[in-house]
């Protein structure tokens, strides 16, 4: 039998909470949520990709579209997409205002807007309760927007599919986009 490799419990350095495990990796230098809301650029460590997912700019975009700071991987894969597809969009330019409500969220910024078809994007990894709630108050306060609304999730998000289906905003699926562009787009990730 083989030696087994040994794993590490990874933790924040500044909150101590554990956030994962790696071979290689013991600390990150700061968590997601230590991260957010405090610096608008990320932490440059080596460990810093492990503490959540990877953000920044996709420097492979035209020249217009490189100064959009993507918080994952599925948005800037889709922002080249809808490059190569010659598609005009904006990344979190439209911000929706909920008004009369007493708790968070406050308001919701969709992903992407096609500038042309004037369709709003949402590009989802995972699916939490605010991102309902957003969902919920925007059909209500915005039905307008709210029916231009299209998300992009993975079909192994159970959750995210069936409640997308419940409140009736259609849905594509990034391995579907993976099988199309990943070949035809060098810089895909």
């Known amino acids: 039998m083989g030696k087994k490799k040994r794993v590490y419990l990874v933790r924040c350095s500044r ?8 071979s290689k990796i013991r600390e990150v230098e700061k968590c997601f949520a230590c991260h ?11 460990a810093s990709n492990f503490a959540r997912v990877k ?9 217009k579209y ?5 918080r994952s991987a599925w948005e800037r894969n889709f922002a080249r997409v809808l490059c190569k597809k010659k598609i005009e969009w904006t990344y979190e330019e439209r ?3 909920f008004y009369g409500v007493s708790r968070r969220p ?9 500038v042309k078809a004037d369709i709003y994007w949402e590009v989802k990894g995972y699916l939490r309760s605010q ?7 925007l059909k209500a306060q915005y039905p307008e ?3 231009k609304m299209r998300a992009l999730l993975s079909k192994n998000n159970k959750a995210a599919i069936a409640f997308y289906s419940r409140v009736g905003i259609p849905m594509s699926f990034i391995e579907d986009l993976r099988e199309e562009w990943s070949d035809k787009i060098k810089a895909w990730e």
Request: charged share 40%; proline share 9%; glycine share 6%.
């Open 15 to 22: 909150c101590k909470k554990a956030i994962g495990a790696d």
């Open 36 to 46: 957010r809301g405090k610096e608008k650029v990320p932490p440059k460590t080596a």
């Open 55 to 63: 953000k920044g700019p996709a420097k492979d975009l035209p020249k």
């Open 66 to 70: 490189r100064e959009y700071h993507f």
């Open 95 to 97: 911000v929706f205002q």
């Open 106 to 114: 406050f308001q919701y910024v969709p992903d992407f807007y096609e």
């Open 131 to 137: 991102d309902r709630s957003k969902m919920r108050r």
């Open 145 to 147: 927007a709210f029916k």
